[in-house]
């Protein structure tokens, strides 16, 4: 999943950033309103971390743009505005979730997990196709009830595979959610990535539970011969 950090504190914000990162999200960073209402308008993020007291322009400004613009995109305020009054205002005008500062990173995190299943209107921590589970709390997979050992690229792809396990995804958007600002398209890693994922999926299944449709994207499948549409 990618998420949008926009924090004027350099040293929280890259502590954050690298948190999420080692979790396995892919993070993007900016430390003003004007920068993050831009980032916003150019890509689709899956939620973003917003503090409040934001040079050029205020967070709740921003906010009242994301939410005129993008109602369905996920918001979470981290501020030092920690009274009932500044979190009221803040979920009036939009807010999904508030955290004031200071903060523990494990509730930051767990908060993120919490809106980011009901940004794919997933209510359970447990995701499943079949005979493949992916816990998300945990941050595990289990294929045939045996855990699968997975880099945190490979279980970022793994878990949005599931999350949109009824339709094709592109590469496009593949790129846009599990990547940051600072990937390469053209780089061929995502075809790497892919390509390890099913090597290691079909070890235990037998078969490649990956499939492809020429010229669209990647899809799940729950049955041999279907790798290719």
Not at 97 to 113: C, M, N, Q, S
Not at 151 to 160: G, I, N, Q, W
Not at 195 to 207: S, V
Request: proline share 2%.
């Amino acid at each position: 999943m990618r998420i949008l950090i926009v924090e004027d504190e350099l040293d929280l914000q890259e502590a954050i950033a690298d948190g999420l990162r080692i979790e396995g999200y892919a993070v993007d960073t900016c430390d003003n309103g004007e920068a993050a209402y831009a980032l916003l308008y150019e890509v689709n993020y899956d939620l973003v971390v917003l503090d409040l007291n934001l040079p050029k322009l205020d967070g709740l400004e921003v906010l009242a743009e994301i939410r005129d613009e993008k109602p369905e995109l996920k918001v979470l305020i981290l501020s030092a505005r920690s009274s009932v009054s500044d979190k009221v205002r803040g979920l009036d005008v939009g807010a999904n979730d508030y955290l004031a500062k200071p903060f523990d990173f494990a509730e930051l995190e767990a908060r993120i997990r919490n809106l980011l299943r009901r940004r794919f209107v997933q209510e359970s921590s447990m995701l499943s196709y079949g005979v493949i589970k992916v816990d998300l709390s945990k941050r595990i997979a289990v294929v045939n009830e045996n855990a699968i050992s997975l880099t945190k690229k490979e279980f970022a792809l793994f878990e949005y595979f599931l999350l949109n396990k009824d339709r094709v995804v592109s590469q496009e958007e593949l790129i846009e959610h599990i990547w940051d600002q600072n990937a390469d398209s053209f780089s061929g890693a995502i075809r790497v990535h892919i390509a390890t994922l099913r090597k290691k999926l079909k070890a235990i299944l037998n078969y490649d539970p990956i499939g492809t449709k020429i010229g669209e994207g990647y899809f799940l499948s729950d049955k041999e011969g279907d790798a290719n549409a």
